[in-house]
């Protein structure tokens, strides 16, 4: 009923069509197969009769296979194989009409015969396959002309067939304008000497140069290269065919990896595609389960983290959402950004801070969530060292406020964005999260024994994100811009490091898990981020992504580490049992709980601490509390030359 009630006049018209084709079939058929002569016009009148109910039947079955319901712009093989089961079904009813009903009751002998149906079977695909085809090719054809008028760039593509056909296919449809392909460079030795969609393939991707040239001979210069998804696998060197192509003066772009089902579309290269590791693969449909048609919340909305969470439960289908942001600047952009998309959503934006707790309890009970995403945190590690406070009242009271907050208004769950610094911490910033972790935990297991309390509170740890607010890879950029030095803090630094979309669609994921039935006892979340890279090996690759050579067009300078860093992330401590969850790209974690009596002793300290600025005390609280915390050399001696200028102030 549903597919009923969405047809339009161009359905209809493709029913007349297919309608008018099975009739010619079956008569074109039936004349062939008795040569027009005294046969044909003797069996013609029950043919008359018998051709309406076959029409009717053959209508059903046509809209059945999705013949009249397919846009012949983009016919296919899938609907090549269509069109063969239609004939072939119709082509058994004839031959059921013919052997059981009309043949030995009417007739008295076989009405069409045999040989009749084979012909019929052949012309009706004929029929139906020929103006399709001849839409498609005349689309085709138009394409084409575009091109020539438009002054198409001429195009290698490169990568392996399947994503070349894909891309292939967005051109021919005109999803992907202005380009026309003259050759293809695939990795794969198979593909070689082939022909994908009428395109050669032309050599390996190490053969960029030599094509070009050819091309170049042959007066069709080769204006841009299209890297697919393929292209940029580690063995297919995509460094070095940028470095060649920025060498020959030639336009690079990429074509995004289609999976999250988005339309074909050209971006160009970003120095973060080249990398990271192979991407975790993620199952869309349970992210749109978990956010479709709900209420959600997004405190840090406009941080590069809270803006893309915004994003992606938008295209989701979320119902409504609030975006919580204390920056105004941040919140019209993220405000902006989502109005842009065309959101369908009812997006509302509120200027507030997480520490003022009374506004934030306010804002939830009159917005009532399904769901909190909290992403709004101070998290730059030497800022953080150094006003020990602001970092406890943001990323600790903040955090409590949000969580009692969700609590009281009745929300399913809430997420906290966390950060692998708070495994076994050595800095504020890890030390701050790791409380507020266990403030969530203890809620969490609150809320798992009683039925007045069936809120879900997890957290999920990850670390470095690609082109976020303060991140390396925008500040390597920069320096490489300005001319250099290139400054890295220690030659043995490594991080772990994700896209800011593969580490929100996971967090989304993550909070599909926790609100599984049965009820999962787990709440701290760790994203895989696959093998660490070292900090001077990225710097030096994306010198020489710059088309630049690092220690003679720019420089590398060790700064030294600052105070809260260390050499290695780690993803788990040596006291945190790991569990996999069965889900791809995500571990939980079982940290040490702490009861929620001693939290709130500790909470209720720390509020006077703040109040006094007692930096003493709120490391003594904070060092009970997580008793795995190693303050960094240059912390503690800052901690203690504040408490000695306390201490000379008070003896004053």
């Known amino acids: 009923m549903t597919r009923l009630s969405h047809l339009t006049v161009r359905n209809v018209l493709i029913a007349l069509h297919d309608l008018l084709a099975t009739a010619a079939a079956l008569f074109v058929a039936f004349y062939l197969r008795f040569d027009g002569g005294e046969d044909f016009f003797t069996r013609l009148p029950l043919l008359f009769r018998t051709l309406p109910p076959f029409l009717a039947f053959s209508c059903i079955v046509s809209f059945y296979f999705n013949l009249t319901t397919t846009k012949w712009r983009f016919i296919s093989l899938l609907d090549a194989f269509n069109i063969l089961r239609v004939s072939t079904l119709l082509a058994g009813a004839l031959l059921l009409l013919d052997y059981i009903f009309v043949a030995p009751n009417v007739y008295g002998a076989f009405f069409l015969g045999k040989v009749t149906i084979v012909l019929y079977w052949f012309l009706q695909i004929s029929f139906l396959s020929a103006l399709r085809l001849a839409y498609r090719y005349f689309r085709y054809t138009r394409v084409r002309r575009h091109a020539r008028i438009e002054a198409a760039s001429p195009t290698l593509l490169i990568g392996r067939a399947a994503d070349v056909e894909v891309l292939l296919r967005g051109i021919e449809s005109g999803a992907i304008k202005r380009l026309w392909p003259v050759g293809v460079l695939s990795p794969s030795a198979a593909d070689r000497g082939q022909y994908i969609r009428n395109v050669p393939v032309v050599g390996g991707i190490d053969d ?236 969490d297991r609150d809320a798992s024994g009683g039925a007045n309390l069936p809120m879900r509170l997890i957290s999920v740890r990850f670390g470095n994100v690609l082109a976020s607010n303060g991140s390396v890879v925008p500040k390597f950029k920069a320096q490489i811009e300005a001319g250099g030095p290139v400054t890295v803090t220690h030659p043995d630094m490594v991080r772990y490091f994700m896209t800011i979309r593969e580490a929100c669609d996971l967090v989304i994921t993550a909070a599909t898990h926790a609100l599984g039935a049965p009820r999962p006892d787990v709440s701290v979340y760790v994203l895989n981020m696959g093998q660490p890279v070292k900090i001077v090996d990225l710097a030096e690759r994306m010198i020489r992504l710059s088309g630049l050579q690092p220690g003679y067009d720019i420089e590398i300078v060790f700064t030294g580490m600052r105070p809260g860093e260390r050499l290695h992330e780690i993803l788990f401590a040596s006291e945190e049992p790991t569990r996999e969850i069965g889900v791809p790209g995500i571990m939980a974690a079982q940290p040490n709980e702490r009861p929620m009596q001693m939290l709130r002793k500790w909470i209720a300290e720390l509020g006077r601490a703040i109040a006094c600025e007692d930096r003493a005390t709120i490391r003594s609280i904070l060092k009970d509390a997580v008793p795995e915390f190693e303050l960094s050399a240059e912390s503690s001696q800052r901690s203690e030359d504040c408490a000695q200028t306390k201490q000379h102030v008070s003896g004053q």
């Open 208 to 443: 960029v140069e030599r094509v070009i040239a050819a091309f170049a001979e042959r007066n069709k210069p080769i204006a841009r290269l299209i890297m697919t998804p393929s292209a940029f696998e580690p063995e297919a060197h995509p460094e070095s065919v940028l470095m060649r192509a920025r060498r020959l003066g030639v336009i690079v772009s990429r074509l995004p990896s289609l999976e999250s089902g988005d339309v074909p579309r050209l971006t160009s290269i970003a120095v973060e595609d080249l990398l990271l590791r192979q991407t975790e693969t993620i199952n869309y449909a349970r992210l749109g389960s978990l956010v479709r048609s709900k209420a959600i919340i997004v405190t840090g909305g406009g941080g590069s983290i809270g803006s893309e969470i915004c994003e992606r439960v938008v295209a989701f289908g979320a119902a409504r959402l609030l975006i919580v942001e204390n920056s105004e600047p941040a919140l019209y952009a993220i405000m902006e950004a989502l109005a842009a998309h065309g959101a369908t959503a009812q997006i509302e934006g509120r200027i507030a801070d997480i520490r003022d707790r009374e506004r934030i309890m306010r804002l939830m009970a009159e917005f009532k969530p399904d769901i909190v995403f909290h992403a709004a945190a101070l998290k730059h590690v030497p800022i953080l060292e150094r006003d020990w406070s602001e970092g406890v009242k943001t990323n600790i009271f903040g955090s409590i406020n949000v969580a009692d907050a969700a609590l009281a208004a009745g929300a399913e769950a809430m997420v906290m964005i966390s950060t692998d610094k708070a495994i076994e911490p050595v800095s504020m910033l890890g030390l701050t999260k790791r409380f507020a972790e266990m403030y969530c935990q203890a809620l």
